[in-house]
């Protein structure tokens, strides 16, 4: 149980979460980004902070923050912009809200498989621009094409759902889902390098972690089917940017679909701009549903702390 009687809310977290707290008696301060020196100053007076994907909360502001802060909550998936180890030594909790925006980036991941198959951001900027082009953008099917799932959690068993229905061949790696539950999802399970050969189409699913950084790089392309296309609606750095580039201008790669970047958003656009590429700046769980889940489920987590009821996402 926690008394938490004050919270930030940051970066344009939905209004529900505010109103579920002030609901139950807790008073609410809402700003968008701040500048580093006023998120300290703000985080100083208020018990707990809810934040999405762009503000950092880093060992600095964790340690300039002042006694009072006792909880950090992420509304989304991951904890990716805080530092976790810095507030767990400061006894600050961190919480986030997992599940809540897995169907809209799943969504997102199939429209992208979807819009790389038949080049349709290309087509589409090419005809608003008042070329009709029908021979440039000679498309391929979904049906019958194989597309390979790299993490097999929430997200990618959603995404093979939707692509089966499309008549792809789901097959998929993911170390900690053994290979018959992954064969009740219609995924065969197979080991990276048997995946890799077999795969039209890649897509990454898992965290951004030491063993998941690069994880799709110059190797991995020289393993694959000439052309293989790539999404990456997980996290920037998973698929290797300067791999990717090179595949790309060599053909190794046909396409690539990112809403992800190393850098967000990215100063060098020269993979945004490539005419294989097809770009979101972070919208995988920008939808309205989404949105107000994950912030419905953070302020359920921080009344259920102040009434001292089982936690969820920590
Ligand atoms: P999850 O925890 O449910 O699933 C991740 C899976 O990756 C786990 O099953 C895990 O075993 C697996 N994994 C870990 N290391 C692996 C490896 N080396 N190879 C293969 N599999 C590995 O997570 P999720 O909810 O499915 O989210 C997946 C990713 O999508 C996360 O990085 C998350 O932050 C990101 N995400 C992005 C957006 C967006 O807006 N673009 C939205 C939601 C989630
Ligand atoms: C997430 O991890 O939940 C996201 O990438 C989405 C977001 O922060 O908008």
Redesign the pocket.
């Known amino acids: 149980m926690a008394n938490i009687e004050k919270v930030l809310l940051l970066d344009a977290v939905d209004p529900v979460c505010g109103a579920v707290l002030r609901e139950a008696g807790i008073s609410v301060t809402t700003h968008g980004k701040l500048a580093k020196e006023q998120l300290i100053q703000e985080l100083a007076t208020h018990d707990a902070v809810v934040v999405r994907s762009a503000t950092r909360i880093t060992e600095e502001v964790v340690a300039a923050a002042g006694g009072r802060l006792r909880v950090i909550g992420r509304a989304?998936?991951?904890v990716?912009n805080i530092d976790v180890k810095a507030a767990t030594r400061k006894g600050v909790l961190v919480m986030n809200t997992?599940?809540g925006?897995?169907l809209?980036?799943a969504e997102?991941t199939c429209a992208m498989v979807c819009a790389l198959s038949r080049f349709l951001p290309q087509a589409c900027a090419a005809l608003k621009a008042g070329r009709w082009d029908r021979k440039t953008y000679l498309g391929s099917e979904l049906h019958g094409k194989t597309l390979a799932i790299?993490?097999?959690?929430?997200?990618?068993r959603e995404v093979a759902k939707r692509m089966q229905a499309f008549g792809m061949t789901t097959i998929g790696?993911?170390?900690?889902?053994p290979a018959d539950v992954a064969a009740g999802w219609g995924v065969e399970s197979l080991s990276?390098e048997q995946l890799w050969p077999r795969a039209d189409y890649i897509t990454v699913?898992?965290?951004?972690?030491p063993?998941?950084k690069n994880?799709v790089g110059e190797k991995v392309f020289a393993a694959c089917k000439p052309g293989v296309r790539v999404v990456n609606?997980?996290?920037g750095g998973?698929v290797d940017e300067a791999a990717l580039l090179k595949a790309l201008d060599s053909g190794a790669c046909g396409g690539a679909a990112l809403?992800?970047f190393v850098e967000e958003p990215p100063t060098d656009m020269t993979l945004c701009q490539h005419p294989k590429v097809i770009c979101t700046p972070?919208?995988?769980?920008?939808t309205v549903e989404a949105q107000r889940r994950v912030a419905l489920e953070m302020a359920q987590q921080m009344v259920d702390m102040t009434k001292g009821r089982p936690l969820t996402g920590i």
């Open positions: 989304g998936t991951g990716d997992p599940g925006n897995t809209s980036a997102h790299v993490g097999l959690g929430r997200i990618g790696y993911d170390p900690m889902v990276l699913h898992t965290p951004l972690l063993h998941t994880l609606v997980a996290r998973i809403d992800v972070h919208l995988g769980a920008n």
